[in-house]
Each structure stands twice: as structure tokens, then as C-alpha cells.
């Protein structure tokens, strides 16, 4: 149990100190911003296409988890949409709901965890995962932008959802780092060398910058936001167990790896994505509050428990 925490105490450490020089002015009301985006279009776009450069097809390709934690995701993503289409929401707002309830918060918080707990063999499953959760991003803004463009044609729609698409760092760095993979050539050093220090200062960058995020004030329901949070939380990781576990059977260190993943707290990505739309990010805000904290309990157990089954 100590083990565990202490996995889990460094991440959450980086995200403190975020949060308490937001609190104490220390970093400027634009700091969470700012250094948002040069995580998202430069520091994490550096971190996955040197990952990807440097592994190729035949590290990321783990059939098994990757079909048991695309599930975890797609299941948790369809029953939100659902519940929130069914109770009168429209498509665009459902999407953003179904989105916070599965976009695991793999890149900020999965690599650093897996890192810590699984040494540098958690490192694939976590830019997997990673890629996973990009895929379900994209499903998120080609229905938000089915829903927002309804009164449009298809073909408007059509295209405006490629751009978005084609526009995304997080998804064109990857895809990108492995054609470079595939095509055998070499960065040159010195320019190999400066991505390497932009992929390092992906994590630490993010993990203050949740802490500075987490200093907003959002009005939400809370009872739209509790119910996120639990199929964030709950329902996520224990879908995830059940297919990697008694279905599929997947090594322990795979198993590990996707307990860790799918009981993360939800990412920015939402709340960037309905800041994008200018759509009402209150209730997603509230969602990344509350399943960032609550995750230091679930990802406890989590781990825990999967080390005693």
C-alpha cells in the first residue's frame, strides 16, 4: 500500500506546487494558459514523436490491450453520451460529457505513473494508451461538430471535422514519429537532441500546469458532475480489469499498466476542446477537479487490489 502511494505521491507533488503558486500569485491569472500551449502544440507533441520515432510499429502493437483499454473507453464514452442525449442534451454537449467520463489523462499523468511504478517497460503501454485516447478525441470532434453543423450539409461537415482532425499536435506528432520510424532515416543530433529536452519537460510542465488549472472556480451540477467522476473513476477501470483480466488474460505487467491508465483523472483535453468551441466548460472543469483528486483514493486502491487478485 505504501508502495503504491508513493508511485502516486511525486505527480500529485508537481500538481501542489502548481496549484499553490496560483493560489499565491506566484504565477500570473494567463500562467495555466500559456503553459498549456506549450505543452499541447510543443513540449507533448516532442514527447510522442520521440517516443514513436524511437519504437516503431512492433512496440506499440499489443493487440490485447489495446482492444481491452479502447473498449474501457468506448463503452464508458457511449453509456454517458447516452444518459445525457436521453436527458435532453444535444449531441455536441452529450459528446463533451461522453468525453470527460473517458479521456483519461494519459499523457500528463499516465507516463509519468507508469514510469514510476513499471520502470521504462511502462512506458509503451502508457503512449498506447496515449494514442487511444487521441482516437477517442477525434470521435468526440467529429460528433461535436456533427451536432454544432446539423443544419449543414455533409460535405461542410465532412470537412470542417478533417480540419480540426489534421490541425490536432497530439495527433499529428505521433503518426509522424512513426512514418520517421518506418523510413529508417536519422535526426540529425543535434536537432534529435532538442526534441529530446522539449519531450522532457512535457511532464513536469503539465503536472503544474493541472495544479494552476485546478485554481479556476467553475459553477457546475453537481450531480451531472458525480455522476462523470464515478464512471471516470469506477466504472472505467473496472470495465478495463474485466476484459484485460478474466477475458483476456493479459501479462501482469500489462494488467498493471492498464489499472493505471483507466482509473486516471480526466484530462484538459475536454475543456480545451469546449474552450475551442466556446461552449460552456463549467461542468468539465469541475469533472478535472474532482476526478484529480479523487484518483489519488482510486488509484491507490486500484493498484492495490490488482496486486492481491
Not at 522539449?198 to 485554481?215: D, E, K, Y
Request: aromatic share 12%; glycine share 8%.
Amino acid at each position: 500500500m505504501l508502495y503504491v502511494f508513493n508511485v502516486v505521491l511525486p505527480v500529485f507533488a508537481l500538481i501542489l506546487i502548481g496549484y499553490v503558486c496560483g493560489r499565491t500569485g506566484k504565477l500570473g491569472p494567463n500562467a495555466s494558459t500559456e503553459l498549456n500551449r506549450f505543452v499541447v502544440w510543443v513540449a507533448l507533441p516532442a514527447q510522442l514523436f520521440n517516443f514513436a520515432a524511437n519504437s516503431g510499429w512492433q512496440t506499440l502493437w499489443q493487440p490485447g490491450f489495446i482492444g481491452a483499454f479502447f473498449l474501457s473507453c468506448l463503452v464508458v464514452f457511449i453509456l454517458v453520451l447516452s444518459i445525457s442525449w436521453y436527458r435532453g442534451q444535444d449531441l455536441a454537449a452529450a459528446s463533451f460529457n461522453g468525453l470527460s467520463a473517458s479521456y483519461s489523462n494519459t499523457g500528463y499523468m499516465g507516463i509519468p505513473l507508469c514510469l514510476l511504478a513499471l520502470g521504462q517497460d511502462g512506458l509503451a503501454p502508457a503512449i498506447i494508451s496515449t494514442f487511444i485516447v487521441i482516437l477517442m478525441f477525434a470521435l468526440a470532434t467529429v460528433l461535436i461538430e456533427i451536432g454544432i453543423l446539423s443544419h449543414k450539409k455533409s460535405h461542410e461537415i465532412f470537412w470542417s471535422a478533417t480540419k480540426s482532425l489534421c490541425s490536432n499536435p497530439l495527433l499529428i506528432s505521433p503518426v509522424v514519429g512513426l512514418i520517421w520510424s518506418a523510413s529508417d532515416l536519422v535526426l540529425y543530433d543535434p536537432i534529435a537532441q532538442a526534441i529530446s529536452f522539449l519531450a522532457a519537460a512535457a511532464t513536469p510542465c503539465a503536472l503544474v500546469s493541472i495544479g494552476l488549472f485546478l485554481t479556476k472556480k467553475s459553477e457546475a451540477t453537481r450531480g451531472q458532475t458525480w455522476s462523470i467522476s464515478f464512471a471516470k473513476l469506477i466504472i472505467q477501470p473496472v470495465i478495463a480489469w474485466v476484459i484485460a483480466g478474466p477475458i483476456l488474460g493479459l501479462p501482469t505487467l500489462w494488467m498493471n499498466a492498464i489499472m493505471i491508465l483507466s482509473a486516471l483523472p480526466t484530462g484538459t483535453g475536454p475543456f480545451m476542446l469546449a474552450q475551442y468551441y466556446k461552449a460552456d466548460g463549467s461542468v468539465i472543469s469541475r469533472v478535472v477537479l474532482l476526478t484529480t483528486i479523487g484518483s489519488l483514493l482510486t488509484l491507490t486502491f486500484f493498484l492495490w487490489w490488482n496486486t492481491r487478485v
